[in-house]
C-alpha cells in the first residue's frame, strides 16, 4: 500500500503561480510512474501531467509551457510547478503513483486549486 500526501493547493489569481507537492509513503518509489490529474466540477478526471523515474516527461496539451512536473526520488516527492494560472485550471489536483510492470496504482486525497480573480 502506497500512501500519497498532496499539499499546496489554494485560491490565486489568473497569472499567478501555485507549487504543489507530493509526498509518497514506499520504499520502491522510484519504480513508479508518479503523475497529477485533475477533475474540475462535472468534468471527468483528466491527466495533467506525468514524470518516469529517469525524468521523461508527459504534459496535457492545455498546460504544456504552463506547468513544469519534477520529481526527488531520494525525497519521495513530486511536485507541480503551476505558473500563469488560468481559471479554466480550477480543479480538485490528484497526485497517482503507477506500477506499470504490475499495472496497478495509487491516488492521492486530492488538494483544491481555483483560480480567480
Known amino acids: 500500500q502506497v500512501q500519497l500526501v498532496e499539499s499546496g493547493g489554494g485560491l490565486v489569481q489568473p497569472g499567478e503561480s501555485l507549487r504543489l507537492s507530493c509526498a509518497a509513503s514506499t520504499t520502491f518509489f522510484s519504480r513508479y510512474v508518479m503523475g497529477w490529474y485533475r477533475q474540475a466540477p462535472g468534468k471527468e478526471r483528466e491527466l495533467v501531467a506525468t514524470?518516469?523515474?529517469?525524468?521523461?516527461?508527459n504534459y496535457a496539451d492545455s498546460v504544456k509551457g504552463r506547468f513544469t512536473i519534477s520529481r526527488d526520488n531520494a525525497k519521495k516527492t513530486v511536485d507541480l510547478q503551476m505558473d500563469s494560472l488560468k481559471p479554466e485550471d480550477t480543479a480538485v489536483y490528484y497526485c497517482?503513483?503507477?506500477?506499470?510492470?504490475?499495472?496497478?496504482?495509487?491516488w492521492g486525497q486530492g488538494t483544491q486549486v481555483t483560480v480567480s480573480s
Open positions: 514524470i518516469t523515474s529517469g525524468g521523461d516527461t
Open positions: 497517482n503513483a503507477h506500477r506499470v510492470v504490475f499495472n496497478f496504482e495509487y
